[in-house]
């Protein structure tokens, strides 16, 4: 690996499913890796046969000579992930961070399973003698596929300032990055952002319906459906206003958009319902770390 950031790691992926796959994706484009071995059951994906940076191995005892891994990404469901990890432990090691990207598993639960750190405070010391493992619990979201994901981290004390940096700069590759100190944070972390592409991604279902119910052709409804919620995100994206100036900028006195903010914010709105979904996820995440 180069001193500066993540060009030229190599990384070993574990799941190169939905999310280890849109990472994976991105870390490409953006040629952050210069060699990646991918553990993955179903196979590599069609994008990635072939390409020669990436190798398909059976497992973490089967990588090609001489790979050592700057990062492991555990991609894995959360509920094979306690299963999945014992054969990693061998990988523990000074120079390997231990990037997470799964939903409620926290950084004890991987500690307990890679090896748990021997001391208590200097994390660089910790790492320097290759006590415990060096680990990152991220919770990241699919539209890192496209460079535009959300990430919020948190690390454990052996993490060292460069393997820190090293995540950093590979989940910035994919997206905006947040680091946070207090780890119950990923909860709602992952209930906001993590689950919250598909809160947007139901909207636009229900909106295609509902211009269909008032009239429109099924595949006209999904295209504005779609087209408008891809172009409101670019908008809260590219503009520094924040969200309820841009909704306001949209409704005319007395005009149409009034109507429809008028039934969707009626008594608490749709607000009571967010709360729910929200502490709906966070109570799940937390349920998967038992
Ligand atoms: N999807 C999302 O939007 C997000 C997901 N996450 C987290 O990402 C993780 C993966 O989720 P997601 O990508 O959705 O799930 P997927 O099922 O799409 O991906 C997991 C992949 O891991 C593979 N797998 C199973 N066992 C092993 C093993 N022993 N070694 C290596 N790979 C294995 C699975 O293969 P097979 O199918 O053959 O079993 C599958 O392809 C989860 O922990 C989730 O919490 C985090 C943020 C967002
Ligand atoms: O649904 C899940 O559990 C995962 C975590 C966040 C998004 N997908």
Same mark, same amino acid.
């Given at each position: 690996?180069?001193?500066?950031?993540?060009q030229g790691?190599?990384?070993?992926?574990?799941?190169?499913?939905k999310?280890g796959?849109?990472?994976?994706?991105?870390w490409l484009?953006?040629?952050?890796?210069s060699?990646?071995?991918v553990v993955?059951?179903s196979?590599?994906?069609?994008?990635?046969?072939g390409?020669p940076?990436?190798?398909?191995v059976?497992?973490?005892?089967a990588l090609?000579?001489?790979?050592?891994p700057?990062v492991?990404?555990?991609?894995?469901?959360?509920q094979?992930?306690d299963t999945?990890?014992?054969?990693?432990r061998?990988l523990?090691?000074?120079?390997t961070?231990?990037?997470?990207v799964?939903a409620?598993?926290?950084i004890?639960?991987?500690e +307990? *399973? #890679? =090896?748990? !750190? %021997? /001391? @208590? $405070? +200097? *994390? #660089? =010391?910790? !790492? %320097? /003698? @290759? $006590?415990? *493992?060096a680990?990152?619990?991220?919770?990241?979201?699919t539209?890192a596929?496209i460079?535009?994901?959300?990430t919020?981290?948190?690390?454990n004390?052996?993490v060292?300032?460069a393997?820190k940096?090293?995540?950093?700069s590979?989940?910035?590759?994919v997206?905006d990055?947040a680091w946070v100190?207090d780890?119950?944070?990923?909860?709602p972390?992952?209930a906001v952002?993590g689950?919250?592409?598909?809160?947007?991604?139901?909207?636009?279902?229900a909106?295609?319906k509902?211009g269909?119910?008032?009239?429109?052709p099924?595949e006209?409804?999904?295209?504005?459906?779609r087209?408008?919620v891809a172009?409101?995100?670019?908008?809260?994206?590219?503009s520094?206003?924040?969200?309820a100036d841009?909704?306001k900028?949209v409704?005319?006195?007395?005009?149409?958009?009034?109507a429809?903010?008028?039934?969707l914010?009626?008594?608490?709105?749709?607000?009571p319902l967010?709360?729910?979904a929200?502490?709906a996820a966070?109570r799940?995440s937390?349920e998967?770390?038992?």
């Open positions: 690996m180069t001193q500066s950031g993540a790691c190599t990384l070993l992926l574990a799941g190169c499913g999310m796959g849109a990472m994976l994706d991105g484009k953006a040629g952050i890796a060699s990646v071995a993955e059951p196979g590599l994906p069609e994008s990635l046969r390409n940076a990436v190798v398909l059976s497992g973490p005892d090609p000579a001489g790979f050592a700057d492991v990404v555990l991609a894995v469901k959360p094979v992930m999945v990890l014992p054969a990693y061998a523990v090691r000074p120079g961070v231990f990037l997470s799964a409620g598993k926290t004890a639960s991987f +307990s *399973a #890679l =090896g748990e !750190s %021997a /001391l @208590g $405070e +200097s *994390a #660089l =010391g910790k !790492s %320097a /003698l @290759g $006590e415990g *493992a680990i990152v619990r991220s919770m990241p979201n539209p596929a460079g535009r994901g959300m919020v981290a948190v690390g004390p052996v060292t300032e393997q940096a090293l995540c950093d590979l989940l910035r590759a997206g990055v100190e780890e119950s944070l990923l909860d972390v992952t952002s689950s919250g592409p598909a809160y947007v991604f139901l909207m636009v279902e909106m295609a509902a269909e119910a008032a009239g429109l099924a006209l409804a999904m295209r504005l459906a087209a408008t172009g409101a995100g670019e908008l809260l994206h590219q520094p206003t924040d969200a841009l909704r900028a409704t005319s006195p007395n005009g149409t958009t009034q429809a903010l008028d039934v914010m009626a008594g608490d709105g749709i607000q967010l709360d729910r929200v502490a966070a799940r937390r998967l770390a038992k």
